[in-house]
């Protein structure tokens, strides 16, 4: 979320706990030409989601300004969960296949309802054309709701509307809204309601065919750094409590419902259920030779812990150690060309290999336990609510 102001005004405490649940002040133009400065909130909570303060009758809505709501003392509305309900509406109807064969699903529907009234009503009267069961919604159609329920093709301005929210080499922690979610459906439905009847037919089609079909709880991370460009093939784990050992870890992974760069810096990722802890590392297959990372007082000054026979690492804390390899001097390392001369680094691991259980010759195998460097992972643990 922004930074709240820490003074202390009453209106400003206000304010403070808007900007701490993720609203951000936005212009709002009215139809009439009035222009005001409204609140605005994405579907991605800081911390939990609050309890709803949508009423049980809500869906199916008429139109957007039903979903608008209005703070009486500080004269301004929230507008998040109309920007949804309109924004799903639009979406609709800019995928000409999903809002054609939804409109088509309805009104068969309707048709068939209407045919099953006449023959309960005029049992004497012979039909040419029988009642036959309602058809499942259309597999595009559901599958389009199913990804718009995480998120996918929504503008990513409705995500982060303010940049400072998401600034450059951050990670921030979300819930994603269900409220949020369900207008964003509900509005999407919408294609073909326009008199009351078609609402009324709407609720009912809404709640077998639509309502219901997300988790109850979709969690996630949006990490904005130049690593998701660096590293194109990262993984990432999500769980939902921290564990005092890996195979404790393993037992508490969550589901990737989806995993998406958004830009070339931006990484979107929804676990099913509440993340507590995120780690991200390469591939197990990325192992490499390397050296350890040098300090930044001696940029130059590359180490390696050596392994012995058994593949341990030989005290990485004391670089005085023998078999603590420094490749400091011209002849094993070039700090201008940045080169390292293999051959003299054989010579020197060559040199050390009794006191690292090798026997007989260094060979490549041994040299390469020696010098393998393993995946780096960084895990990132939620704290608060």
């Known amino acids: 979320p922004l930074q709240p102001n820490p003074n202390n005004d009453a209106n400003i405490k206000t304010a403070n706990r808007y900007l701490e649940s993720g609203y951000v002040p936005l212009p709002h133009f009215f139809r009439r030409g009035g222009k005001s400065i409204s609140w605005y909130r994405s579907p991605m909570i800081p911390g939990h989601k609050p309890a709803s303060a949508l009423p049980a009758d809500t869906f199916p809505a008429s139109c957007a300004d039903a979903l608008l709501m209005y703070d009486e003392q500080y004269g301004m509305f929230d507008v998040s969960y109309a920007a949804a309900w309109e924004l799903g509406r639009l979406m609709a109807l800019k995928n000409k296949g999903v809002s054609t064969s939804l409109y088509r699903w309805k009104r068969l529907h309707s048709n068939q309802l209407k045919l099953a ?8 009267l012979p039909f040419h054309q029988p009642v036959s069961e309602a058809p499942a919604l259309p597999e595009e159609v559901e599958k389009w709701f199913s990804a718009l329920g995480l998120l ?74 130049y690593v998701v460009k660096g590293w194109p093939k990262l993984q990432v784990d999500g769980y939902k409590q921290v564990a005092s050992d890996e195979a404790g870890m393993d037992s508490n992974k969550l589901k990737i419902l989806r995993m998406e760069r958004l ?28 050296f350890d990372i040098p300090k930044p007082q001696t940029p130059d000054r590359y180490t390696k812990a050596l392994r012995d026979a ?3 690492d030989k005290d990485p804390s004391n670089n005085n150690k023998p078999w603590a390899t420094e490749i ?48 780096q992972k960084v895990r990132f643990v939620r704290t608060g609510a």
Request: net charge negative; aromatic share 8%.
């Open 310 to 312: 058994e593949g341990l």
């Open 117 to 124: 009234e006449q023959q309960e009503m005029h049992p004497h």
């Open 152 to 225: 996918k093709g929504l503008p990513f301005n409705y995500l982060a509307p303010d940049e400072r929210m998401l600034p450059k080499e951050s990670f921030r922690f979300f819930q994603l809204d269900p409220d949020w979610i369900s207008c964003l459906i509900d509005g999407a439905f919408s294609v073909g309601r326009v008199t009351a009847a078609d609402a009324a037919a709407d609720q009912k089609l809404h709640q077998d065919h639509v309502a219901g079909k997300q988790p109850s709880v979709v969690s996630g991370f949006l990490l904005r750094s």
């Open 263 to 290: 830009s070339p810096n931006v990484l979107l990722c929804l676990f099913e259920g509440d993340v507590v802890a995120v780690d991200i590392h390469q591939k197990p297959e990325m192992l490499h030779l390397g």
């Open 328 to 375: 400091v001097d011209s002849s094993d390392w070039d700090p201008q060309s940045r080169v390292v001369h293999v051959s003299h680094l054989y010579k020197d691991i060559n040199n050390k290999k009794s006191r690292l259980k090798f026997k007989g010759q260094l060979t490549s195998a041994q040299f390469a336990l020696s010098m393998v460097e393993g995946v």
